[in-house]
Antibody, heavy 119, light 108 residues
Framework: QVQLQQWGAGLLKPSETLSLHCVVY????????WSWIRQSPVKGLEWIGE???????NYNPSLKSRVTISVDTSRRHFSLRVSSVTAADTAVYYC?????????????WGKGTTVTVSS | EIVLTQSPGTLSLSPGKSATLSCRAS???????LAWYQQKPGQAPRLLIY???SRATGIPDRFSGSGSGTDFTLTISRLEPEDFAVYYC?????????FGPGTKVDIK
C-alpha cells in the first residue's frame, strides 16, 4: 500500500521561506508525477505544482515566481519551497501522487501539514 | 484557466436517498481530465471518480460519474452515513489542475 508521509515547519513569519517534504513508501516512484496542493478557507483547493522522477516540473502560473519543487529519486523524496510568504499562504498543504496516464487525477494523498504565516 | 462551478453549495438529504451533484466548467473539458473527490473533516481528499466515469479502486458502486463537455455529474445512490462529506470536482487543462469550490452533503 502506497503511503505519503509529509512534514515541515508549521509556523512562519512573513517574508520567510516555507519548506515542506514528502517521502513515498511503497509502490513505484517513477511513472508518476508528484504534486503539492494547498487548501484554505479563502481559496479552497489550489494546485501548486508537480514534479516527476527525472525532475521535470509544472507549476501553477499564479505561484510560479515563488515556488520550487525538487526531487531526490534515490530517497523517494520530493519537496516544496515557497519564498516570501505572506498571510495569504496560510493553508493546509498536501502532497499527492498523479499517475502518468491518459487520465489526470491524484490517487494517493498525504495527511496534510498546517502552515500558518503570522508575525 | 478553466474555472469549475459546483452546485448546489449544500445538499441536505436523509440516509438512503440519492444525491446528484453538478460540476460545470467555464469551457469544454476533456473527459479524461475530470475527477471527483470526497473530503471529510480533518482528512485529505479521497479520489472517487476519474476519467469522468471510472470508479477508483475500492470505491462502492453507489458512486457514479457522468457527463461531458462542460457539464459533469456525480451521483450517490442510497446515501450511507459515511457519505456525508464535501465533494470536489477537478479538471486538468493547460498543464494545471483546478478544483471546484465543493458541494457539502449533510444529514437532513
Amino acid at each position: 500500500q502506497v503511503q505519503l508521509q509529509q512534514w515541515g515547519a508549521g509556523l512562519l513569519k512573513p517574508s520567510e521561506t516555507l519548506s515542506l517534504h514528502c517521502v513515498v513508501y511503497g509502490g513505484s516512484f517513477s511513472g508518476y508525477y508528484w504534486s503539492w496542493i494547498r487548501q484554505s478557507p479563502v481559496k479552497g483547493l489550489e494546485w501548486i505544482g508537480e514534479i516527476n522522477h527525472s525532475g521535470s516540473t509544472n507549476y501553477n502560473p499564479s505561484l510560479k515566481s515563488r515556488v520550487t519543487i525538487s526531487v531526490d529519486t534515490s530517497r523517494r523524496h520530493f519537496s516544496l519551497r515557497v519564498s516570501s510568504v505572506t498571510a495569504a499562504d496560510t493553508a493546509v498543504y498536501y502532497c499527492a501522487r498523479a499517475p502518468i496516464s491518459s487520465d489526470y487525477y491524484m490517487d494517493v494523498w498525504g495527511k496534510g501539514t498546517t502552515v500558518t504565516v503570522s508575525s | 484557466e478553466i474555472v469549475l462551478t459546483q452546485s448546489p453549495g449544500t445538499l441536505s438529504l436523509s440516509p438512503g436517498k440519492s444525491a446528484t451533484l453538478s460540476c460545470r466548467a467555464s469551457q469544454s473539458v476533456s473527459s479524461n481530465s475530470l475527477a471527483w473527490y470526497q473530503q471529510k473533516p480533518g482528512q485529505a481528499p479521497r479520489l472517487l471518480i476519474y476519467g469522468a466515469s471510472s470508479r477508483a479502486t475500492g470505491i462502492p458502486d453507489r458512486f457514479s460519474g457522468s457527463g461531458s463537455g462542460t457539464d459533469f455529474t456525480l451521483t450517490i445512490s442510497r446515501l450511507e452515513p459515511e457519505d456525508f462529506a464535501v465533494y470536489y470536482c477537478q479538471q486538468y487543462g493547460s498543464s494545471i489542475f483546478t478544483f471546484g469550490p465543493g458541494t457539502k452533503v449533510d444529514i437532513k
